[in-house]
């Protein structure tokens, strides 16, 4: 059974190609999901993919801390990996490549939800810019999702505490720690102070947190 309520509006921040808005619809019931996706090639996809669906919305942004702008630079060593920060990929990635950087609206967590509405899930995968994206969460408890879903790698395991850190002194209290994409048919019970010490003792090389 999803952990998600039937007809939820979703924030998916870095998209894609439109893989999780799917999931998002046909496996948790989502009434709505709005789509964040800075990298163009991977925009264009994801609008031929959704466009005629009234389900989803797309838009050719990024995401931060406060509106701006952002240098995103894409990669054509794997589409996904898509960044505001290639040179921290490179001991990872060594055969990355990447296009010449563009510029792309940043838009903020509290403009999303003054045009659309209070997420009951917000999911960000954007490559390394996870805290910057979650700092945007510092609004009024009625503005704040229900539930928090994020990307990780364990070569990048300071960045991911942080997030977890910052999550917890927003008031999400409980974690589920996942070495695949975030299934939501699980409840997090584990106590999220409980889930950061078990993953700075032993990271994995890559995964999601779901929060709650």
């Known amino acids: 059974m999803s952990i998600l309520q039937p007809g939820s509006l979703v924030f998916d921040i870095g998209a894609h190609h439109g893989e999780s808005a799917a999931r998002f619809i046909l496996d948790h ?3 709505s999901v709005v789509c964040l996706e800075p990298s163009l090639p991977n925009f264009l996809a994801l609008r031929t993919r959704w466009d005629k669906d009234p389900r989803v919305t797309t838009i050719h942004a990024a995401m931060a801390t406060a509106p701006s702008l952002l240098e995103v630079f894409h ?3 794997q589409d996904g990996l898509s960044t505001t920060d290639p040179s921290s990929w490179r001991e990872l990635y060594p055969d ?3 296009q010449r ?3 792309v609206t940043a838009l903020s967590y509290s403009q999303l939800v003054a045009h659309f509405g209070q997420p009951e899930l917000f999911k960000v995968d954007v490559e390394g810019a996870e805290y910057q994206v979650l700092r945007g969460l510092t609004v009024p408890a009625h503005h704040m999702p229900r539930v928090v879903t994020f990307e990780f790698h364990g070569s990048k395991a300071h960045d991911a505490i942080s997030c977890l850190y910052l999550l ?3 008031g999400f209290s409980l974690a589920l720690m996942e070495t695949e994409e975030p ?3 699980e409840m997090p019970v584990d106590p999220l102070t409980t889930v950061i010490e078990r ?3 032993d990271p994995p090389d890559w995964g999601n947190f779901t929060i709650m």
């Open 29 to 31: 019931g989502a009434r």
């Open 75 to 77: 990669s054509t060593f």
């Open 96 to 98: 990355a490549e990447f």
């Open 101 to 103: 950087g563009e510029l």
């Open 168 to 170: 917890g002194d927003l």
């Open 183 to 185: 299934s939501l048919m």
């Open 199 to 201: 993953f700075k003792a």
